[in-house]
């Protein structure tokens, strides 16, 4: 077990680190592997002296404010939606879940668009406030959904879906009626709305990644506890596991990862759904060892799709949840057609 | 000495009462079987042993100690419980459902050690499931399913084992090979046993005390010869029965 975790994660990380490189290098500039790692390596204290920050200035802005900010933003909203897919199906045994379907997403969205659209500030005493608006937005959707879906103390997987949708919709069009009252620029959040990784919030990347880090590996800590909830609720109480309790803490951590993901990269669907599923395929459902190969992959995945997005149609883009509901949409129906 | 008691036990799912103020005492290497009608709340007073219930008055004591107020680790390293039937959506394997009996001696972030898997390997052996460790769980037929969670019941190494009609979905051999492990881990390993059974005669054979439950309630409670009379299952199940041999034919 132990082995079979090591092998897959470094096959994993090995592969993870040759997209991340693919990712800077290739785009609507393209920046030779050679002139790229000459440019980092002048970027690192130590070795610096050696390394004399040659070439043009305009090549080293692309690649250090816009380039590897956005392909680590991709890793990270990537990891994030897909450890948040994988708990969700383990929690709700169910496959079929994923942060976008079930509504956490829009919900999320609602609170970050509040801040965003509103005149409120950014920042409070130097703390960003969209995460924060997003994870409320989000924790408020999860209640909503959970509290529909829920009768006589079972959930029934049809009404799941159908509250995650309408939960979807209703804040959709709230989102849309805040957008139609406040006189920001209409096609920038319609895009936000769509999912997209470029945007100008590399600011708060400094907050989003340990933050992100952190609630991933509290999450991890309960991947056993996962293991036997995902077998059955009853079952895990009499294996010792404390059922309700680490079932409220994991809803509660998963709502904040996506949030996390949500505030900086807007609506980006499916990842959830489709990453933790090829990583069940591979690794199986253990979630001690598909919990982080989901983070892995779905890093490597996030950053292929945003390729696709900013080369097709260069130098326009495609935002990023374009593509990967276009990927997602035909897969989830495969599902849902497997499952009967 | 007993080291599992259900005082004053009652329950009810709404409306409707499922037990009504049970009182049930359980000795140490008892093997007790709990008989009863559909819908006399036997599974419920089950579920009330493990704490996969909590009763609405009453108290379970193990060992003189409330079950609630212990440590749900402690719990289920003492007390399992081989439910029904469980469907599970996600391809485990046999190997790691069994191993997941092993949970509450494993602490967070560590793995299964190697006593660990000798002691699944061992559960899988006794309870016929080794030849196929590696199927996954969602292939298998139901009867071959039970047997794995008595495997990993096995594992937990409790010393009170709870079996939810244990025999529901097996074909005799397996009935009658499921029965005689129980036999044998409670005469030589002193397991204390409570077991349903829809099965009056097998109940009757294997177990030393027979609890016979008619509306949330205990009608009777006793050696199978006290319990299992002509009149008894008249006036509980409403049939008349013949009895050879203490065997009941309809």
Same mark, same amino acid.
């Given at each position: 077990?132990?082995?079979?975790?090591?092998?897959?994660?470094?096959?994993?990380?090995?592969?993870?680190?040759?997209?991340?490189?693919?990712?800077?290098?290739?785009? =609507?500039?393209?920046?030779?592997?050679?002139?790229?790692?000459?440019?980092?390596?002048?970027?690192?204290?130590?070795?610096?002296?050696?390394?004399?920050?040659?070439?043009?200035?305009?090549?080293?802005?692309? $690649?250090?404010?816009?380039?590897?900010?956005?392909?680590?933003?991709?890793?990270?909203?990537?990891?994030?939606?897909?450890?948040?897919?994988?708990?969700?199906?383990?929690?709700?045994?169910?496959?079929?879940?994923?942060?976008?379907?079930?509504?956490?997403?829009?919900?999320?969205?609602?609170?970050?668009?509040?801040?965003?659209?509103?005149?409120?500030?950014?920042?409070?005493?130097?703390?960003?406030?969209?995460?924060?608006?997003?994870?409320?937005?989000?924790?408020?959707?999860?209640?909503?959904?959970?509290?529909?879906?829920?009768?006589?103390?079972?959930?029934?997987?049809?009404?799941?879906?159908?509250?995650?949708?309408?939960?979807?919709?209703?804040?959709?069009?709230?989102?849309? $009626?805040?957008?139609?009252?406040?006189?920001?620029?209409?096609?920038?959040?319609?895009?936000?709305?769509?999912?997209?990784?470029?945007?100008?919030?590399?600011?708060?990347?400094?907050?989003?990644?340990?933050?992100?880090?952190?609630?991933?590996?509290?999450?991890?800590?309960?991947?056993?506890?996962?293991?036997?909830?995902?077998?059955?609720?009853?079952?895990?109480?009499?294996?010792?596991?404390?059922?309700?309790?680490?079932?409220?803490?994991?809803?509660?951590?998963?709502?904040?990862?996506?949030?996390?993901?949500?505030?900086?990269?807007?609506?980006?669907?499916?990842?959830?759904?489709?990453?933790?599923?090829?990583?069940?395929?591979?690794?199986?459902?253990?979630?001690?060892?598909?919990?982080?190969?989901?983070?892995?992959? =779905?890093?490597?995945?996030?950053?292929?799709?945003?390729?696709?997005?900013?080369?097709?149609?260069?130098?326009?883009?495609?935002?990023?949840?374009?593509?990967?509901?276009?990927?997602? =949409?035909?897969?989830?129906?495969?599902?849902?057609?497997?499952?009967? | 000495?007993?080291?599992?008691?259900?005082?004053?036990?009652? *329950?009810?799912?709404?409306?409707?009462?499922?037990?009504?103020?049970?009182?049930?005492?359980?000795?140490?290497?008892? *093997?007790?079987?709990?008989?009863?009608?559909? %819908?006399?709340?036997?599974?419920?007073?089950?579920?009330?042993?493990? +704490?996969?219930?909590?009763?609405?008055?009453?108290?379970?004591?193990?060992?003189?100690?409330?079950?609630?107020?212990?440590?749900?680790?402690?719990?289920?390293?003492?007390?399992?419980?081989?439910?029904?039937?469980?469907?599970?959506?996600?391809?485990?394997?046999?190997?790691?459902?069994?191993?997941?009996?092993?949970?509450?001696?494993?602490? +967070?972030?560590?793995?299964?050690?190697?006593?660990?898997?000798?002691?699944?390997?061992?559960?899988?052996?006794?309870?016929?499931?080794?030849?196929?460790?590696?199927?996954?769980?969602?292939?298998?037929?139901?009867?071959? +399913?039970?047997?794995?969670?008595?495997?990993?019941?096995?594992?937990?190494?409790?010393?009170?084992?709870?079996?939810?009609?244990?025999?529901?979905?097996?074909?005799?051999?397996?009935?009658?090979?499921?029965?005689?492990?129980?036999?044998?881990?409670?005469?030589?390993?002193?397991?204390?046993?409570?077991?349903?059974?829809?099965?009056?005669?097998?109940?009757?054979?294997?177990?030393?005390?027979?609890?016979?439950?008619?509306?949330?309630?205990?009608?009777?409670? %006793?050696?199978?010869?006290?319990?299992?009379?002509?009149?008894?299952?008249?006036?509980?199940?409403?049939?008349?029965?013949?009895?050879?041999?203490?065997?009941?034919?309809?």
């Amino acid at each position: 077990m132990k082995n079979k975790f090591k092998t897959y994660i470094l096959l994993g990380l090995i592969l993870l680190i040759a997209i991340i490189f693919l990712g800077i290098f290739i785009g =609507g500039v393209e920046i030779a592997p050679k002139e790229a790692v000459k440019i980092m390596l002048s970027k690192i204290p130590v070795i610096k002296e050696s390394f004399p920050a040659g070439g043009e200035d305009n090549i080293s802005d692309i $690649l250090l404010k816009v380039r590897i900010p956005r392909v680590l933003l991709a890793l990270l909203v990537g990891a994030a939606l897909s450890v948040s897919g994988a708990v969700f199906q383990g929690l709700l045994k169910n496959p079929l879940a994923d942060p976008y379907l079930l509504g956490v997403s829009s919900g999320a969205a609602l609170g970050a668009a509040i801040i965003i659209l509103s005149s409120l500030p950014f920042f409070f005493f130097g703390i960003p406030v969209v995460p924060f608006a997003a994870f409320a937005g989000a924790l408020l959707s999860m209640f909503l959904v959970y509290g529909l879906a829920r009768t006589k103390g079972k959930i029934s997987l049809h009404t799941l879906l159908l509250s995650g949708v309408i939960i979807n919709f209703s804040f959709s069009a709230v989102i849309m $009626l805040i957008i139609t009252l406040s006189n920001k620029g209409l096609a920038e959040v319609v895009v936000w709305m769509m999912g997209t990784l470029n945007n100008t919030n590399y600011d708060l990347l400094p907050y989003i990644t340990p933050a992100a880090l952190l609630l991933m590996f509290i999450i991890y800590m309960f991947s056993n506890d996962l293991n036997i909830i995902a077998v059955g609720e009853e079952t895990a109480v009499y294996l010792g596991v404390k059922t309700e309790r680490v079932k409220k803490i994991l809803f509660i951590l998963t709502s904040m990862l996506t949030a996390l993901a949500v505030s900086v990269s807007g609506l980006i669907g499916f990842v959830g759904l489709i990453i933790p599923h090829i990583a069940r395929m591979i690794v199986g459902p253990d979630h001690r060892v598909l919990i982080p190969f989901s983070a892995i992959l =779905g890093g490597i995945f996030l950053i292929l799709s945003d390729m696709l997005c900013r080369s097709v149609i260069a130098p326009s883009e495609i935002p990023t949840g374009v593509v990967t509901a276009i990927l997602g =949409g035909p897969f989830f129906l495969y599902l849902l057609k497997r499952k009967k | 000495m007993n080291i599992l008691e259900a005082k004053n036990i009652t *329950f009810g799912y709404g409306e409707k009462q499922v037990l009504n103020n049970i009182n049930l005492s359980v000795n140490e290497a008892d *093997f007790i079987g709990i008989i009863g009608p559909n %819908g006399s709340g036997k599974t419920t007073l089950l579920k009330m042993l493990c +704490r996969g219930l909590k009763p609405e008055a009453g108290q379970v004591l193990f060992k003189g100690k409330n079950i609630f107020k212990l440590d749900t680790g402690f719990v289920a390293k003492n007390i399992a419980m081989v439910p029904q039937d469980e469907t599970i959506i996600f391809p485990f394997t046999v190997f790691e459902i069994v191993m997941m009996g092993r949970s509450p001696y494993i602490k +967070r972030f560590s793995w299964e050690g190697k006593e660990d898997v000798e002691i699944v390997n061992s559960a899988m052996k006794l309870a016929d499931v080794f030849r196929f460790k590696d199927r996954n769980i969602d292939e298998l037929s139901s009867g071959e +399913r039970q047997r794995v969670f008595i495997a990993r019941a096995l594992a937990q190494m409790p010393k009170v084992l709870l079996l939810d009609e244990p025999t529901s979905h097996l074909d005799i051999n397996h009935q009658y090979d499921i029965l005689e492990l129980v036999k044998k881990l409670n005469e030589n390993v002193k397991i204390t046993v409570v077991m349903i059974s829809h099965d009056i005669n097998l109940a009757s054979k294997y177990c030393k005390k027979l609890v016979l439950l008619k509306k949330g309630r205990i009608y009777t409670e %006793g050696k199978a010869k006290k319990v299992v009379t002509k009149k008894i299952i008249k006036d509980v199940y409403g049939v008349n029965v013949n009895l050879i041999k203490g065997n009941v034919l309809l």
